[in-house]
C-alpha cells in the first residue's frame, strides 16, 4: 500500500474559535481531525498495513458517538467563530473514575458501592501487584534487554559508610559495560538514593494507606496514634552511561 508523505498546507493565520460542549453530530468532523492528526503516525501507519489505510479514521466513527451516551465522558470542541458557530477545529475528551453516576438511582449507586464497604490489605496487594504487572509490561516489552534490580539493602547499623554505594556500583558497572538500562521498583524511603545513582522516575503508584486500614492506626511509642498517611512507589529507570 501506498502512505502519503505529505499533506496540504495553509497559510497559519489567528482563527478566531469557541470551546464549547460537543454534540453527537460532530463525531465524523471529530473523527476526521483525529486521522488527519495520525496520518503520519509510525504506529498508526504499521497497523494500516494490515487494516487499511483509513482504519483508524473509520474505526473513530464507529467509537466516538457512543461516548455521547455515557455519562462518565466529557467532550468539548473547538469551533470556528468568535460564537463558536463554524465548524469543528479541534476536540478533547475527559474521562471521569471514580465520580458517582449522576444519572443512577439510589438502588445502582449503591450496588456500585455497598454502605460501608471497606477496602482491605488484600485489596491493597492487588493493587500493588496489578501496578507491578503493569510496569513490568511497560518497562520489559518482548525483546528487550535489561536488568532488574530486585533488592538493595544495607543493614542499619552500617548505614552511611559506604556499604550501599559500594553494592550500586557492582550494578551501574554491570548495566553500563552491557549497554543496557537497569529499573526497579523502588521503595518511598529509597528513592533519593536511587537517584543518586541515576535512577529517574518513570511512574508511580500513589495510595492513601488509611483507605486500607479498616480503620486501625498507627499506633506510636509514646502511645499516641497517628494516619498511615500517603504512600507511593515510584518506578525508576536508570540508562547505560
Not at 478566531?16 to 453530530?25: H, R
Request: overall charge negative.
Amino acid at each position: 500500500m501506498t502512505i502519503p508523505t505529505t499533506v496540504e498546507s495553509t497559510p497559519r493565520t489567528k482563527t478566531p474559535f469557541k470551546v464549547v460542549p460537543a454534540t453527537v453530530e460532530d463525531a465524523d468532523a471529530m473523527a476526521d481531525i483525529s486521522g488527519d492528526a495520525f496520518w503520519d503516525d509510525s504506529h498508526t501507519l504499521l497497523q494500516a498495513v494490515w487494516k487499511g489505510k483509513d482504519w483508524h479514521r473509520e474505526g473513530s466513527k464507529e467509537y466516538l458517538p457512543s461516548l455521547f451516551t455515557n455519562p462518565r465522558v466529557d467532550i468539548r470542541v473547538a469551533r470556528k467563530g468568535l460564537e463558536g458557530e463554524g465548524e469543528v477545529i479541534g476536540f478533547i475528551m475527559l474521562a471521569k473514575r471514580g465520580y458517582p453516576n449522576p444519572d443512577a438511582t439510589p438502588e445502582e449507586e449503591a450496588a456500585r458501592a455497598p454502605e460501608g464497604e471497606k477496602l482491605t490489605i488484600k485489596e491493597l496487594g492487588a493493587t500493588t501487584n496489578q501496578a507491578m504487572n503493569h510496569y513490568c509490561d511497560l518497562l520489559m516489552p518482548v525483546g528487550c534487554q535489561c536488568r532488574v534490580i530486585h533488592g538493595w539493602n544495607v543493614a542499619p547499623a552500617y548505614q552511611g559508610q559506604g556499604v550501599g554505594s559500594a553494592l550500586m556500583k557492582w550494578v551501574t558497572d554491570i548495566v553500563d559495560e552491557d549497554q543496557v538500562y537497569c529499573w526497579v521498583s523502588s521503595s518511598m524511603g529509597a528513592m533519593q538514593a536511587y537517584a543518586k545513582a541515576g535512577f529517574v522516575e518513570v511512574g508511580r503508584l500513589e495510595l492513601k494507606l488509611d483507605d486500607y486500614a479498616q480503620g486501625i492506626k498507627w499506633k506510636q511509642e509514646d502511645g499516641s496514634e497517628k494516619e498511615w498517611g500517603t504512600y507511593f512507589w515510584p518506578y525508576m529507570r536508570r540508562d547505560p552511561k
